[in-house]
């Protein structure tokens, strides 16, 4: 990594029907205004970023992250006077998904993606700005290969090479 970029993790949290959290930062933040985002942040010096996800996801929804299922390809992206490498997890938290504790002041409302929304994600961003929206449908794509199929008494993850597995169970 390039010593000027700064380090960012983020999460990418499914659902049971595959859709992906997303919350909306307020008007008043420095970036993206309004914009929806991914659960993430700024890794902090001296911070592994698997450590740094866990403590985003925390401040950010009251989740823990329990495991990581897949990450992403590595995003790069500026906000003019700083460059940032952003490391995208698809990950599995434990806690109430239908409850998120946002973050006073900085998350002003949340929603569950899906190919049928994911447009909302492109909502006052700068044109050619699609770094969220693609990572979204990038998480989407990995998440519809992995789902359970819920009716099967198994609960066999079908994938995308055709085979299937049984999870382990806890």
Not at 86 to 102: C, K, S
Request: net charge negative; charged share 30%; proline share 5%.
């Amino acid at each position: 990594m390039d010593s000027h970029k700064r380090l960012v993790a983020s999460a990418l949290v499914p659902d049971c029907s595959g859709r992906i959290f997303v919350q909306q930062r307020t008007l008043t933040r420095r970036l993206f205004p309004g914009c929806w985002d991914l659960i993430g942040g700024h890794v902090e010096e001296g911070e592994e970023v698997i450590s740094a996800l866990k403590r985003e996801i925390r401040e950010e929804t009251g989740w823990t992250l329990r495991t990581i299922r897949h990450e992403l390809s590595t995003k790069a992206w500026s906000d003019g006077p700083n460059d940032y490498e952003e490391r995208q997890f698809i990950v599995d938290v434990d806690g109430d998904l239908e409850r998120p504790v946002l973050e006073a002041g900085k998350v002003s409302g949340w929603m569950w993606v899906d190919r049928t929304n994911v447009e909302k994600l492109k909502e006052n961003r700068q044109p050619g700005d699609q770094l969220i929206y693609d990572s979204v449908l990038e998480a989407l794509d990995i998440v519809s290969v992995e789902r359970p199929i819920r009716d099967h008494p198994a609960a066999v993850i079908v994938r995308e090479s055709g085979r299937s597995s049984t999870p382990r169970r806890s």
